[in-house]
């Protein structure tokens, strides 16, 4: 499973959970934190920690999104899925994990 797919898994998953006006669009440009993003504080940190969860079902590697780098980059990584993907895929190669975006 790529990076990109099982993110796009727990988006299917968490739009269940919201009305139609709340949902995430799969899409890279999707912002995940800010002004522009659907996601209130508590959606957010469930989201994240739905996708550490499902990273460690699926590669069985547990990875820490919310760690010092990405929390003083934060604008940045939690930006959009695409700065999220970049971000985690970062975090795959220095662990040495194979894997695709």
Do not use: W
């Not at 990109?4 to 890279?28: A, H, M, W």
Request: charged letters at 35%; hydrophobic letters at 35%.
């Amino acid at each position: 499973m790529a990076i990109v797919e099982l993110i796009f898994d727990i988006i299917d998953e968490v739009n269940l959970e919201f009305p139609e006006n709340k949902r995430i669009k799969k899409s890279l440009e999707s912002e995940l934190y800010g002004g522009n993003s659907n996601l209130d504080y508590s959606d957010f940190i469930n989201f994240m920690s739905k996708i550490e969860k499902k990273f460690e079902e699926k590669f069985g590697e547990k990875i820490e999104i919310f760690n010092k780098i990405s929390l003083q980059k934060k604008e940045f990584v939690f930006e959009n899925i695409e700065s999220l993907t970049s971000f985690i895929e970062e975090m795959c190669h220095k662990k040495g994990m194979k894997y695709s975006r």
